[in-house]
């Protein structure tokens, strides 16, 4: 089948040409993007993401774009660029979009450094261990990494991580790249909207030990989950579970060291983790 001819000189990538038809009819409408976030209610930080293509939205949002801007088509757009799995797998493409209009997160990771907190290196040897491999492994290492810019800014949400110790135990195969990792994670502690909280394996049982959890709290005021085993991913929206969720996640917080105490850890395993490529 011939490659369809390029007419208009855009994007033919769904999910740019979606950020490009956004940022265009912004333009048109001449309104800046905090005076687009006043009109129609949601944080202005959101539509700039948006157009810088890091997000897509939500269809609700999306829907609200549309009618202020009367643009009946760009609904149809979205559901493109939805479909488009040149970044993020199906099953986290609803999450993705409420992270990125969340007010505030918080999370725990059992095994692995959490994607807004990883450098390329370590995402790359995560994502390879899963099985991918060629561009589909370079597209996914540059959406994680991209994810990061969540956690940056003036305006960026707060965002709490309790670590489990086996996460800060379990090294990658460069030593060098490790070492960046825990540098890494130390920067990103010096942060006034982020804490990080470590929980050691002395505390023994608690209630979410094999279970990645992000919790999200929407402007809408509710808070949603999203749990992960690592076989599959699933939203929970259902306010009984999430609560359920909850209760877990600050019995365990109770039992994590300080975020001061966390800090002094991870520095801690940064002097004694090797340089050696052969870690």
């Known amino acids: 089948m011939p490659q369809r001819r390029v ?14 038809e956004l940022r265009l009819l912004r333009a048109e409408k001449k309104v800046s993007l905090r005076q687009l976030g006043e009109r129609l209610g949601w944080d202005w930080s959101l539509f700039g993401k948006m157009e810088k293509g890091q997000t897509i939205g939500s ?32 099953q986290y493409r609803r999450y993705m979009a409420l992270e990125a209009e969340a007010l505030s997160l918080w999370h725990f990771a059992p095994s692995v450094v959490p994607g807004l907190l990883q450098v390329p290196a370590y995402a790359r040897e995560l994502l390879a261990a899963g099985g991918l ?7 996914q290492v540059e959406a994680r990494i991209g994810r990061r810019d969540l956690l940056d800014g003036e305006d960026a949400p707060p965002f709490r991580s309790i670590l489990s110790e086996t996460v800060l135990r379990t090294p990658l195969r460069d030593g060098a790249e490790w070492q ?40 809408d005021g509710r808070t ?3 749990t992960e085993d ?15 969720l909850q209760r877990a996640y600050d019995a365990m917080r109770d039992l994590a060291l300080s975020p001061a105490e ?10 004694e983790a090797p340089c050696d490529p052969s870690i």
């Open 262 to 271: 966390s800090r002094n850890f991870v520095l801690a395993l940064l002097e």
């Open 133 to 139: 491999k060629g561009r589909e492994l370079d597209q």
């Open 59 to 90: 269809p609700e949002v999306v829907e609200a774009l549309g009618q202020y801007y009367d643009c009946p088509l760009l609904l149809a757009l979205w559901e493109l660029a939805a479909a488009d799995k040149t970044q993020f797998k199906e």
């Open 230 to 244: 690592g076989y599959r991913g699933q939203l929970i929206t259902e306010n009984a579970s999430v609560e359920a």
């Open 180 to 219: 960046n990792q825990l540098k890494h994670l130390v920067e990103v502690m010096e942060r006034p909207n982020v804490t990080i909280q470590v929980l050691t394996n002395g505390v023994g049982l608690h209630g979410l030990m094999n279970a990645t959890v992000m919790f999200l709290r929407l402007a």
């Open 7 to 20: 007419i208009t000189g855009r994007s033919q990538e769904p999910r740019q040409r979606f950020a490009e």
């Open 224 to 226: 949603v989950a999203y």
